[in-house]
């Protein structure tokens, strides 16, 4: 018997291994198969039984590698001299332990705090989910993670990152290079959390072929996106006439994530945030959750919970001392 295996080329390095050494562990492994690895593709000649063998056995090390991003020589001796796959089995969820995946290099990444945890039910059972909330409450980070999981789990073809490119103090036109360079710092946040979460060389092919898309929100007139996992970062940026451009670009079997922060708005005075009053204009329908994240999901340095309060405390009592002004002026 023999067969031919074709592998995506932007994993073959961590499947063979440094210097083809895992395919040489699985040539000592099962003496009896001829192994041989060329580019992406791998030719399995022998025996019928043998070769059966090992193709079941090869199945779940490629999808091992699908799940955890690696393969060592631990994960093949296991694999191997298993009986049968039951120590193997993809929880149909997704979520063992509120895991969502397992990033580059095994890295898990998890829903760590209960509005987090909230995101990923949400997600499971809703098509359109909107997560508010204060800087560092994971937001961006969980819902890419969602995404990047329906990705490897084929749930969706292809997945959408955009932002508005709204200046935060710095003046857009005066950064140097070409539009593309001019918006990648407003994007990088997204690249961020992709590179913790999938080898780098299967990363830059879903780049390139677009598999994964990073975009301005400007980018999104006019399409219509099917079989999507988008994600719409920084939504407080975004006013009513961009949300619901945005929002009606939904197409068939795509899942749509709305993410942002209400008190970092960095829209012109004249400009209204379309993010402040969504939750009423889209309240009760069906398949539309909101989850709104607090001071108690900030994930980042402990400093950073208190910097929010000290603001909040900040804002309340200029809003305190505007009121008795105006009273006293009545």
Known sequence: MERNITLDPANVMGIYGHNNSNIDLLRNIYPKVKIIARGNEVKVMGEDSEVELFLSRFELLLKHFEQFGKINEND????TAAEDDSFYRMDSSGIVDNIILHGREGRV????????RKMVASAATNDMVFAIGPAGTGKTYTAVALAV??????????VILTRPAVE???????LPGDLRDKLDPYLQPLYDALWDMMPMQKLISYLDDKTIEIAPLAFMRGRTLDNAYVILD???????????????RMGRNAK????????????????????????????????????????????RHQLVTKIIQRFEQWEEAKQQERQERQESRE
């Open 76 to 79: 093949i001796l296991n694999i």
């Open 109 to 116: 990444i998890k829903a760590i705090t209960p509005n987090q």
């Open 149 to 158: 999981r329906a990705l490897k789990n084929k749930q969706v073809r292809r």
């Open 168 to 174: 935060a103090g710095e003046n857009l036109g005066f």
């Open 234 to 248: 920084e939504a407080q940026n975004a006013t009513e006439s961009q949300i619901k451009m945005f929002l009606t």
């Open 256 to 299: 749509f994530f709305i993410t942002g922060d209400i008190t970092q708005i960095d829209l012109p005075k004249h400009q209204k945030s379309g993010l402040i009053h969504i939750g009423k204009v889209l309240k009760d329908i069906k398949g539309i959750d909101f989850i709104y994240m607090d001071n108690g999901d900030v994930v």
